[in-house]
């Protein structure tokens, strides 16, 4: 490797893309290059590094100054300043305010914000995804080293499990028993499935580690694959993912160019191999059971459970199906090991949490943090406060397959077993902060909206039963509801929740019941009263009836 | 007469390529109707049909699965594709008014394509884009933090 005396990275998710980063880094090329620096100095494109305020990001390292955002024609006086007088481009740099992840680390030191804690996100926006060599020189395919050469699959499973990690696709099903049920199954071959298929919307969390950090889910795949005896292993990344499908075709043939992939890795005799498999855009393909129909080749219906795919999965063989997220925590957990992990967040639920932080609040984006934080630490801490200083009403967890968190619940802790005991989930970690103009019929609305859209059909009380919650829903905000809707409303949730085949009709009825468990004065008085008190819904049907 | 749809290449060829490309196997149908899906713009009846026949798998089979995905059409669409995020996060930083300042400057309801067939107007699920909502893409274009507006200047770039 050349030495270099600086290194430029420029942020490439798909907001700076669609920013302008392309751009910007085509000129930072030309102008390295007018200034003769080319030598001397490296350009990189990297994946997303963080908070999405101040995009595109150019952070030039070894000093690790941040600017942003940054356009063009900023460049030419970037590139002068900086790499070739060595002094900070004034007017520039990104506020400290505005940043976090690493970056936040970083400016943590000069005592500006509190910084996270990055286990999944550890290296994303740091190195070079498209690099192995970046990725090896960041502990990369340690840990795949150090379980084939002195690691028998038991105690690969025995070190997950007793680290205590828990499903991070919502489910928080325990990591460590999940690959004991698939290493334990009769039948072969066995598969292994990284589910990132990820939909829930407003989540974007396994989008930024499949582009910025491709390498350790394949790491972790090899090593699931040889806890549990499996060979082969299926990527499903959604069809609109373009660019992590992109980086994890290009980290798989990497790897299997380096030997961490392929025959006898590491000489260990053990063998394996990955396929990437994109969707075609449905939501539904997220449900594990429904992810395995559409790699068969057919529509994403779920199949009825039990068997459960641990026994019967792919192809009817066993197989392990793990979230993007949960598959990241895997090599650190080998490489560390399992009394380090627990040195993170709760008793009951180790490690860190990566939440995206959206709706009425300064501040939108990424963090990790560990697991027990609370909403009103986030809000206030990374989400800078409400925006325009008004008052919180309720956060959406999860996705649209989440809860409803009013105030009311705004310190407990957000780990798995404080929330389940409050009775509300954590989900796939989006947190949806909505502020006193946020009607709660309308948000219930969109999310029925949603459901009744995404459902797949298979079964009647998910299709009929979104559909005509939707309806009354809908009724609710034209003012032409009657109280006895709320409770045929209350039936049909109970209908969907234990009814419904999978998770998306059972969780579909779960906005309706928190809306009048919490806020059912509202919902009310668009119905006594015909007015909707936030003053967002039509409420048109009303005169339609007048005239 | 459709062998001379989308980039001028016969829905035949297309199939016979993508099957080169993927092979038979059953679970090869989703990126064989993914590519042949691209390369017409829409999957045209006949293009099921041969595929079907080159994969060796029933016509219901592949309507059915051709039906169920979103990315994926069996009717002809505009030059330009706009879809817009209906989802929740999107919603409430704006989107429910910028979406229907949308369909008042396009004068379509979703599902719709103009009768001079230059637009298609979706909805779509969430594209993991919700820092900059609400969210909107034409095409490859991904345009965030959309003002009702902004959006006749933004459609004004595309002819």
Known sequence: ?547 | MDNSVGNGKGARFVVKEAVARHGRSPSELIPVLTEVNQELGYLPQEALAEIGRQMHLPMSQVLSVASFYRMLSTKPRGRHVIQFCENAPCHVVNGRKTWQALLDELGLQPGETSADGKWTLLTTSCLGICGVGPVMIIDDDIYGNVDPKQLPDILARYA
Not at chain 1, 342 to 348: E, L, M, P, V
Not at chain 1, 534 to 543: D, E, I, W, Y
């Open chain 1, 1 to 547: 490797m050349q030495a270099i005396r600086a290194l430029v990275l420029v942020s490439s998710d798909q907001e700076s893309m669609a920013r302008g980063a392309q751009q910007v880094f085509e000129q930072l090329q030309q102008q390295i290059k007018a200034f003769n620096l080319q030598d001397e100095v490296s350009v990189t494109m990297v994946g997303d590094v963080g908070r999405h305020d101040a995009l595109p990001l150019v952070i030039v390292y070894p000093e690790a100054v941040i600017y942003g955002p940054i356009k063009p024609q900023d460049v030419p006086f970037l590139v002068e300043e900086h790499l070739l007088k060595g002094r900070i481009a004034a007017g520039l740099q990104a506020s400290t305010r505005e940043l976090s992840g690493r970056i936040a680390w970083l400016s943590a030191r000069q005592g500006t914000l509190p910084a996270e804690q990055r286990i999944v996100l550890a290296r994303a926006g740091l190195i070079d995804p498209e690099e192995i060599e970046d990725y090896i020189a960041h502990d990369g395919y340690e840990a795949l080293g150090k379980a084939l050469t002195g690691m028998s699959p038991a105690e690969v499973i025995e070190e997950v499990t007793k680290s205590g990690l828990r499903g991070r696709g919502g489910a928080g099903f325990p990591t460590g028993v999940k690959w004991r049920f698939v290493a334990q199954a009769k039948g072969s071959p066995k598969y292994v499935v990284c589910n990132a298929d990820e939909s829930e919307p407003g989540t974007f969390k396994d989008r930024l580690v499949l582009e910025g950090d491709p390498h350790s889910i394949i790491e972790a795949m090899v090593l699931a694959g040889y806890a549990v005896g499996a060979n082969e292993g299926y990527i499903y990344v959604r069809g609109e993912y373009r660019l992590a499908r992109d980086r994890l075709a290009h980290a798989i043939s990497q790897a299997k160019q380096a030997g961490f992939l392929g025959k006898d890795i590491f000489g260990s005799g053990f063998d394996f191999e990955i396929h990437i498999h994109e969707g075609a855009g449905a939501y539904i393909c997220g449900e594990e059971t429904a992810l395995l129909e559409s790699i068969e080749g057919r529509r994403g219906e779920p199949r009825t459970r039990p068997p459960y795919p641990t026994t019967h999965g792919l192809w009817g063989k066993p197989t392990l199906i793990n979230n993007v997220e949960t598959l990241a925590n895997v090599p650190p957990i080998i490489r560390n090991g399992a009394a380090w992990y627990r040195g993170f967040g709760t008793k009951n639920s180790p490690g860190t949490k990566v939440y995206t932080i959206l709706g009425n609040v300064n501040m939108t984006g990424l963090i990790e943090v560990p697991m027990g934080i609370t909403l009103r630490e986030v809000i206030a801490i990374y989400g800078k406060g409400m925006r325009n200083g008004a008052a919180f009403k309720l956060a959406q967890t999860g996705g649209s397959s989440g809860s409803i968190i009013p105030a009311s619940l705004q310190d407990t802790p957000m780990d798995f077993d404080s929330f389940a005991r409050a009775g509300v989930s954590l989900g796939s970690g989006a947190l949806l902060v909505c502020d006193e103009d946020t009607c709660v019929v309308d948000l219930a609305k969109v999310l029925l909206n949603f459901f009744r859209r995404e459902s797949c059909g298979k079964c009647v009380p998910c299709r009929v039963g979104t559909q005509r919650a939707y309806e009354t829903l809908t009724n609710i905000t034209q003012g032409i509801a009657s109280m006895e809707n709320l409770d045929e409303l209350l039936t049909l949730a109970k209908g969907l929740n234990e009814f419904s085949n999978c998770g998306l009709g059972q969780t579909a009825a779960v906005p309706i019941r928190d809306i009048l468990r919490h806020f059912r004065a509202e919902v009310e008085a668009h119905i006594s009263l015909r007015v909707c008190p936030t003053g967002v819904c039509p409420m048109s049907g009303q005169a339609a009836m007048a005239a």
